[in-house]
Each structure stands twice: as structure tokens, then as C-alpha cells.
């Protein structure tokens, strides 16, 4: 099954329950001011408060412009009022269209369906280049310095995650979450042997200590 991500900076609202349409999996997830905390497979759809607490909805959509995760979402700011010098602004920072708020489950789902109906985009980003690190997201492999990592499909998905976000430490549930595989308490004993899989591929091509284990708290990706 397809697992969509719709994406919203209202803590409440992230809590709504998934929507299952076909094969898709319409699934509510918080977005933090630092971005995604999953993996984003395929076009995501994203609602921004026009306030925030720690930044501001237009300071939020130019940042989800400038992260590759994000560049292709399509991102609906959420107005307190309709003011046409706020919409204006949304739209020049890069927001899609507009809403004004406050918005119940069903009206973000029926702006997302309106669109998924015409075709989910494609993500034109498909690698990531972290200079010795190379990851084919699309193809689902990773070179370092030219030579393929040996990785089964959980391993590589941590691997990509953690260089979504390197030089942070993560800890095992939000590397569970970022796998879509929250809800399930056998998967947090899983972490370590994914972890212990990915750190013996990145061995064997002498990337050894690219991956780091900060006792007490998580693993973290050093790339700088």
C-alpha cells in the first residue's frame, strides 16, 4: 500500500485519523520547524499556519523551498482571516494556495483529494550527492567513494534518513517513526540490528566511522 504523507504545522490536526482511498494511505504527521521527521516518498502535501509558535508560516514555506525533501510538496498557508496582503505574501513565499482557518479533517482531505486526483507528482530530486556519500533514492543504493554499499531495503532507508539529517543525533523512535513503522513496540529492539547492519556495509567499503553511536540517546550521521 501507497502511504501518502499530509504534512501540517497544527499539532492537533496531525493527530487526525488516516484516510485510506484505494491502494493510497492518507496519513496526518506534525511538521516541525526543522522539516519532515519521515521519510517522503512521492509528492507531499503540506498545511503551514499562517502564526506559529517559533517562526512564522511564511518563514516556514521558504524554508520547506530551500529543503530538497520538501521542494516539490504542494503547500497550502493557512490564513487566520482573508486578507489579500496575506495571501500575496503567502504566494510570493512560495506557498501553492490558500486556506483560511481554522480547517477539520475532512476539508484538508478534500483539498488533497481535489489534486491527487489529477496524478501525484514526481519528485524530480532523485539522489543525494553528500560528497563521498551517494544515495540513488530512487534506485535504492548507496556508494561511498564509488563502491556500492551492500544494504537490504530497512538498512537503506535508515541510511537515507540519517542523511536527510547528518550531524544529528536520532534516536531509535525517530528512526521507527521516519519508517513509517511507529505503532509497532517490537521494531524499537529492531533499530540496533538495523543499525548494526548498516554500520558493517559502510565497513566493508571503509566508511567505518561515518556512523556513530551516541550512548544514552541514538546514532548520528557525521558528515561534515
Not at 537490504?152 to 513509517?180: C, K, W, Y
Not at 566493508?204 to 550512548?215: F, I, K, M, N, Q
Request: hydrophobic share 45%.
Amino acid at each position: 500500500m501507497l502511504r501518502t504523507f499530509i504534512f501540517t504545522t497544527d499539532a492537533a490536526a496531525a493527530r487526525f485519523e488516516d484516510f485510506q482511498q484505494g491502494e493510497t494511505l492518507f496519513t496526518f504527521a506534525h511538521l516541525q520547524p526543522e522539516g519532515p521527521n519521515r521519510l517522503v516518498d512521492g509528492r507531499a502535501w503540506v498545511f503551514v499556519d499562517w502564526v506559529m509558535e517559533e517562526l512564522s508560516g511564511l518563514e516556514m514555506v521558504r524554508r520547506l523551498r530551500s529543503d530538497a525533501r520538501m521542494r516539490d510538496a504542494h503547500v497550502t498557508m493557512v490564513l487566520d482571516e482573508d486578507d489579500p496582503e496575506d495571501r500575496r505574501r503567502a504566494l510570493k513565499a512560495g506557498a501553492d494556495d490558500y486556506a483560511v482557518g481554522p480547517l477539520d479533517r475532512q476539508a484538508m482531505l478534500d483539498r488533497v483529494l481535489a489534486l491527487f486526483a489529477l496524478g501525484p507528482a514526481t519528485p524530480a530530486r532523485r539522489m543525494l550527492d553528500l560528497g563521498d556519500l551517494q544515495i540513488n533514492i530512487a534506485g535504492e543504493q548507496a556508494c561511498w567513494r564509488g563502491q556500492l554499499v551492500t544494504l537490504r531495503p530497512n538498512e537503506f532507508r535508515v541510511l537515507r534518513f540519517m542523511a536527510e539529517n547528518p550531524n544529528r543525533v536520532l534516536t531509535r523512535q525517530e528512526l521507527v517513526d521516519a519508517l513509517g513503522k511507529d505503532g509497532d513496540p517490537e521494531y524499537l529492539r529492531t533499530v540496533d540490528v538495523w543499525i548494526k547492519r548498516l554500520r558493517q556495509g559502510l565497513r566493508h567499503v571503509g566508511a567505518g566511522e561515518l556512523l556513530r553511536t551516541v550512548h544514552g540517546r541514538g546514532y548520528v550521521l557525521d558528515l561534515i
